[in-house]
């Protein structure tokens, strides 16, 4: 089971974007969920999450610019990120359980989306 991120791309400081992520089969439902991000010669590090209850949680370094959301109709989760710096500039990979019926699937990550922030 995999999850597929999407909406990278590349954008001036200030600018906004959004991502999305979602599972590879619809038929699977997505549970709780986060954003992480790696930048080059760096380590990958948590961006934000989202429970299933819709709780949300954020780095200090993206509060107050970055949202993260779901759609659960769309089995779909997203990352509004806005006023993009450019050490914003990364990789964005999405992460998250799964279930199909009362079946879980644990620590699923999508395959990334490159966002770069530059003028």
């Known amino acids: 089971v995999q999850l597929q991120a999407s909406g990278g791309g590349l954008v001036q400081p200030g600018g906004s974007l959004r991502l999305s992520c979602a599972a590879s089969r619809r038929l699977f439902s997505i549970k709780d969920m986060g954003w992480y991000r790696q930048a080059p010669g760096k380590q990958r590090e948590l961006v934000a999450t989202?429970?299933?209850?819709?709780?949300?949680n954020y780095a200090d370094s993206v509060k107050g610019r970055f949202t993260i959301s779901r759609d659960n109709a769309k089995k779909t989760a997203y990352l509004q990120m806005n006023s993009l710096k450019p050490e914003d500039t990364a990789v964005y990979y999405c992460?998250?359980?799964?279930?199909?019926?009362?079946?879980?699937?644990?620590?699923?990550w999508g395959q990334g989306t490159l966002v770069t922030v530059s003028s």
């Open positions: 989202i429970t299933s209850g819709g709780s949300t």
């Open positions: 992460n998250g359980n799964l279930t199909w019926g009362s079946v879980w699937y644990f620590d699923n």
